[in-house]
Nanobody, 123 residues
Framework: QLQASGGGLVQVGDSLRLSCTIF?????MGWFRQTPGKEREFVAV????????SYSDSVKGRFTISRDNDKSIVYLQMNTLKPEDTAVYYC?????????????????????WGQGTLVTVSS
């Protein structure tokens, strides 16, 4: 079961770290976000052993995804937060895939979703 945590209310320029329990160590893990009236969008993904990461253009250089398989946790470190980062953030586990470097960015590649955690960036 996926459990995301770490959301909250912060100011512009602040940092926040989201955490999510890893569904299974053999799965790529991703973060997505959604704001009211918009479709859920990809934020970041990390392959099952952490060797490959990918980010959306809107967060590249500010957000970092990582995972600690010993603790079964995946993190999303968010720095230099902007008001447009305000959203409900979801972690998700990808469908199983034999490729070690599998790191999908499409929502349809994900099999399991956690409940969201709300991040609000106030200006």
């Amino acid at each position: 079961q996926l459990q995301a945590s770490g959301g909250g209310l912060v100011q512009v320029g602040d940092s926040l770290r989201l955490s999510c329990t890893i569904f299974a160590l053999d799965r790529a893990m991703g973060w997505f976000r959604q704001t009211p009236g918009k479709e859920r969008e990809f934020v970041a993904v990390i392959s099952r052993r952490g060797g490959v990461t990918s980010y959306s253009d809107s967060v590249k250089g500010r957000f970092t995804i990582s995972r600690d398989n010993d603790k079964s946790i995946v993190y999303l470190q968010m720095n230099t937060l902007k008001p447009e980062d305000t959203a409900v953030y979801y972690c998700a586990a990808a469908f199983a895939n034999a490729r070690t470097f599998y790191a999908p960015t499409q929502e349809t590649s994900y099999a399991y979703w956690g409940q969201g955690t709300l991040v609000t960036v106030s200006s």
